[in-house]
């Protein structure tokens, strides 16, 4: 009886703590999302973070499309100067940044404008890399508002001054389910940054020039 009395208080524990960690990430990030492209300061960069272009039954990820949207918006009423992608390259026939990159150039982006980070493979990686790799200190972050949140929580752990632009969103069932697994992702993202966890990859320093 003892033993599942203990059981119960940490399971009562742990979801306190996602809970938590949720509604604290939320609130640090009130000040620096934006909705509106005419409102958003202007920054020289925009981080874009990576997606799969296509969902498991071949259809294209709306999370991409809409990110892909954003950035392009930003771009082209000057709130950005460069986009740099950061995503998952990290097996065979697997390239969420070259698949950004070409949509952005088919977009009118020009192809000088954009850099890609190979290497972010978590929202984590990305952050420490756009300042250690990029020697980005102010930047502006482009993705849903959900996972905005989640990346400044951690950029401001990486010591990077940003802002975020809300993409469109995903409503029904497949939002549900991603908004239901940032929960989990938070939660990590703090346990990431109470042990100092580093990126899988550093590298030599890029210049956005």
């Known amino acids: 009886m003892k033993f599942i009395k203990k059981i119960a ?9 996602i809970i938590g960690i949720n509604f604290w990430v939320s609130r640090q990030a009130e000040n620096a999302l934006f909705n509106s492209i005419e409102n958003i300061p202007s920054n020289r960069v925009g981080l874009l973070l990576g997606a799969s272009k296509y969902t498991s039954n071949n259809n294209v990820n709306l999370y991409y499309k809409y990110r892909l949207e954003a950035a392009t918006a930003l771009y ?19 390239d969420e940044p070259t698949d950004f990159k070409n949509d952005l150039i088919k977009n009118g982006i020009p192809e000088n404008k954009i850099y890609l980070d190979y290497a972010g493979f978590r929202t984590l990686d990305s952050m420490v890399r756009a300042k250690e790799i990029f020697g980005l200190n102010e930047l502006t972050i482009i993705s849903q508002k959900f996972h905005n949140e989640r990346a400044l929580y951690l950029a401001k752990h990486a010591e ?14 497949y939002g549900f389910k991603t908004k239901l697994r940032e929960y989990l992702a938070r939660a990590k993202a703090s346990v990431d940054i109470l042990f100092n966890v580093k990126p899988k990859f550093l590298g030599k320093k890029i210049d956005i020039k």
Do not use: M
Request: glycine residues 12%; hydrophobic residues 50%.
């Open 76 to 94: 082209k009423a000057g709130k950005i100067e460069f986009i740099l992608i950061s995503g998952d390259n990290g097996r065979k026939g697997y």
């Open 160 to 173: 990077v001054h940003a802002i975020a632009f809300n993409a469109k969103d995903i409503n029904g069932r």
């Open 9 to 17: 208080w940490v399971a009562a524990f742990i979801l306190a703590y």
